[in-house]
């Protein structure tokens, strides 16, 4: 089945869509909520965001759910926040199966929680074959420690002979972070207000666009996901060379 298409075909619309989903803590605060109410809304924010993803066509969708840095909030924090992703994993996989979306985990998986780690093997698993969307959520990853792995990984290959190092260049090393195989996302969004990357993607967002929002993540909707599309759209990529 195709899907429909929402925004317009021309110009093309992102292939792959990320974003840096902030703002839970100070929506539930503005309410007078705890921080884990805006967490938990933000959890619905993340299956409107995949329904238009699927509706508009996009094939990569990556989600910055905790990185490697947020392993520093109050341990009470932390278990609401694993305590929620349990029952995403639980209760959401069937659908994203029934949608056709395939999931991937990127992050620094050995730092999770035994279950969840059980949880995340299975749900990729299960939905490996699916080919509309690829939804691929970030948990306690950080870009620099991607890049070190990577490196690492490599300096042991070469010092067994199992690559020249003359032979390293671009596309070999991103063969070895974990988003081998994914294509470079066209478009970052962060939400909330804030403008930095917070170690997310670094390697991969070399050229991609940034569209900065001030909405907070748990009122991100499958609108203001339309909305990114066509500003993405409106913007001119010259990747070094000159305009046009
Ligand atoms: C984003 O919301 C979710 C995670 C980082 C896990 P925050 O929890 O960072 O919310 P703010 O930035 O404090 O409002
Ligand atoms: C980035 O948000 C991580 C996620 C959205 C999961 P943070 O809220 O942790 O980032 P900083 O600390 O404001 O840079
Ligand atoms: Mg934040």
């Known amino acids: 089945m195709k899907a429909v298409s929402l925004v317009s075909e021309t110009p093309p619309p992102p292939v792959h869509v990320a974003i840096i989903m902030d703002g839970n803590g100070r929506w539930a605060l503005s309410r007078g909520l705890p921080r884990v109410a805006g967490h938990r809304r933000g959890a619905e924010s993340v299956k409107a965001v995949v329904r238009s993803a699927v ?7 990556t989600l910055y759910g905790f990185s490697s840095e947020n392993w520093k909030r109050p341990p009470s924090e932390i278990s609401d926040l694993m305590g929620l992703l349990r029952i ?23 730092r999770l929680p035994r279950d969840i780690v059980a949880l995340i093997e299975n749900a990729e698993r299960r939905t490996e074959a699916n080919q509309r969307l690829t939804l691929i959520v970030a948990l306690s990853y950080g870009g620099r420690a991607e890049i070190v792995a990577a490196a690492r990984h490599l300096a042991a290959l070469a010092e067994n002979g199992g690559v020249e190092a003359e032979a390293i260049d671009e596309s070999v090393f991103a063969r070895h972070l974990f988003t081998a195989g994914i294509p470079d996302p066209d478009v970052v969004v962060r939400t909330s207000g804030e403008q930095r990357v917070s170690n997310f993607l670094l390697w991969q967002l070399a050229y991609a ?10 009122d991100f909707s499958e609108d203001d996901f339309e ?18």
Do not use: C, K, M
């Open 55 to 61: 509706a508009n066509g996009v094939r990569y969708l």
């Open 88 to 110: 995403y994993l639980r209760s959401e996989v069937a659908e994203l199966h029934r949608q056709g979306v395939r999931l991937r985990i990127i992050g620094e998986r050995h």
């Open 209 to 218: 666009e940034f569209i900065f929002v001030d909405t907070l993540w748990p």
């Open 227 to 244: 909305d990114a599309l066509r500003e993405y759209q409106r913007r001119e990529r010259r990747y070094g060379a000159t305009g046009g």
